[in-house]
C-alpha cells in the first residue's frame, strides 16, 4: 500500500508563502496526475491545482498567479508553492496521486492557516 505524506503546513500571515510536499513511501507505477485538494471550514472540498507526467498545470481560478505546483518524478514528490497568501486559503490540504490504471492515492493532509 502507497502512503502519501505532506508537510511544510502551519501557521502563516496574510501575505506570506509557504511550500507544501507530499511524498509517496514507495515507487508508484505509472503516475499520472498529481495534485492537491484542500477543504476550508463548512465548505466542499476544492481541487487547488494538479500537473500531470507530462508537465502540464492547471490551478483552480482562486489561486491562479499566487500557486505554483511542481513534481520530481524520480522521487515521487509533488510541491505546491503557495505565495500572498490570503486568509482564504486557509484549510487542509490533501495530495493526491492517480496512476494510469485509475488507482489512486491520498495524504492525510496538513493544515494551513492564515492570518490576517
Known amino acids: 500500500q502507497v502512503q502519501l505524506v505532506e508537510s511544510g503546513g502551519g501557521l502563516m500571515q496574510a501575505g506570506g508563502s509557504l511550500r507544501l510536499s507530499c511524498a509517496a513511501s514507495?515507487?508508484?507505477?505509472?503516475?499520472?496526475?498529481m495534485g492537491w485538494y484542500r477543504q476550508a471550514p463548512g465548505k466542499q472540498r476544492e481541487l487547488v491545482a494538479f500537473?500531470?507526467?507530462?508537465?502540464?498545470?492547471t490551478y483552480a481560478d482562486s489561486v491562479k498567479g499566487r500557486f505554483t505546483i511542481s513534481r520530481d518524478n524520480a522521487k515521487n514528490t509533488v510541491f505546491l508553492r503557495m505565495n500572498s497568501l490570503k486568509p482564504e486559503d486557509t484549510g487542509i490540504y490533501s495530495c493526491f496521486v492517480s496512476t494510469i490504471y485509475g488507482s489512486d492515492f491520498w495524504g492525510r493532509g496538513t493544515q494551513v492557516t492564515v492570518s490576517s
Open positions: 500537473i500531470t507526467n507530462g508537465g502540464t498545470t
Open positions: 514507495r515507487s508508484v507505477f505509472s503516475i499520472n496526475h
